[in-house]
C-alpha cells in the first residue's frame, strides 16, 4: 500500500537555527512528493513538490529533495524564523484510475522560540 | 481570484443527527476532494468528484456521501453522526489528472 512515515514531534528550536524534518515513503509506482504546511486555525497551504527522482523542491527558504534509493523526501531549512512555526505534512500522490489522490503523514510540529 | 471556500466554519452537532459541508472549489478547477483530519493527525481521504461522479472513495462507511454540481462546488453529507466524526473537514480542488490540491480554511465538525 501506500503510506508516508514522518519524524515525530514537536520539534522546537531556536530562531536561525537549521531545521531538518525527516519524512519516509512506501508507495506504488512513482509518486509525486509533497511538503504542505499548517497554520493554527488554518487550512493546507502547498509549501514545496518533487515529481521526479532526484527532483529538488524548493520555496521560502526551504528544501527537500525526491531520494528514490532511499524512498525518503527530507524538509530542511538553513534558518528558521519565528513565522515558521506551525504543523507540517509530507505527503505523497498516487494515481488510480485517471485521479489523484493525496496520502499524509501525521504531522510534525514545529515551534521556533525568539 | 478567489481560493477555495467551504462553509460553515464551525458546526456543533448530537449524535445520530445528519451534516452538510459546502464547498466552491478554485476558479478553473473541476474536481473536487474531502479530507477527514482528527485531532493531531494527518487528513485522511474521504473521496473524490469529477464531472458529478465519485472516482475514487478512500476507508469510510456509506455513512459519509457526497455530491458535485455542475458548476463544480461539492456537499459533503454525513449521517448519523458519531462522536468520532469529530475533525476538521477539509477540502481540496484540482484540475483532474494532476496532482496538485488546494485546500480550503477547512470546517470543524464538532459532535456532542
Known amino acids: 500500500g501506500n503510506s508516508v512515515t514522518q519524524m515525530e514531534g514537536p520539534v522546537t528550536l531556536s530562531e536561525e537555527a537549521f531545521l531538518t524534518i525527516n519524512c519516509t515513503y512506501t508507495?506504488?509506482?512513482?509518486?509525486?512528493l509533497f511538503w504542505y504546511v499548517q497554520y493554527p486555525g488554518e487550512g493546507l497551504q502547498l509549501l514545496l513538490k518533487a515529481t521526479k527522482a532526484d527532483d529538488k523542491g524548493s520555496n521560502k527558504g526551504f528544501e527537500a529533495t525526491y531520494r528514490k534509493e532511499t524512498t525518503s523526501f527530507h524538509l530542511e531549512k538553513g534558518s528558521v524564523q519565528v513565522s515558521d512555526s506551525a504543523v507540517y505534512f509530507c505527503a505523497l500522490s498516487v494515481a488510480q484510475g485517471g485521479s489523484e489522490k493525496l496520502v499524509f503523514g501525521k504531522g510534525t510540529k514545529l515551534t521556533v522560540n525568539p | 481570484d478567489a481560493g477555495v471556500t467551504q462553509s460553515p466554519t464551525h458546526l456543533i452537532k448530537t449524535r445520530g443527527q445528519q451534516v452538510t459541508l459546502r464547498c466552491s472549489p478554485k476558479?478553473?478547477?473541476?474536481?473536487v476532494s474531502w479530507y477527514q483530519q482528527a485531532l493531531g493527525q494527518g487528513p485522511q481521504f474521504i473521496f473524490q468528484y469529477y464531472e458529478e461522479e465519485e472516482r475514487q472513495r478512500g476507508n469510510f462507511p456509506d455513512r459519509f456521501s457526497g455530491h458535485q454540481f455542475p458548476n463544480y462546488s461539492s456537499e459533503l453529507n454525513v449521517n448519523a453522526l458519531l462522536l468520532g466524526d469529530s475533525a476538521l473537514y477539509l477540502c481540496?480542488?484540482?484540475?483532474?489528472?494532476?496532482?496538485?490540491?488546494?485546500f480550503g480554511p477547512g470546517t470543524r465538525l464538532t459532535v456532542l
Open positions: 481540496a480542488s484540482s484540475l483532474l489528472r494532476t496532482d496538485e490540491q488546494f
Open positions: 508507495a506504488t509506482g512513482y509518486p509525486s
Open positions: 476558479s478553473g478547477h473541476d474536481t
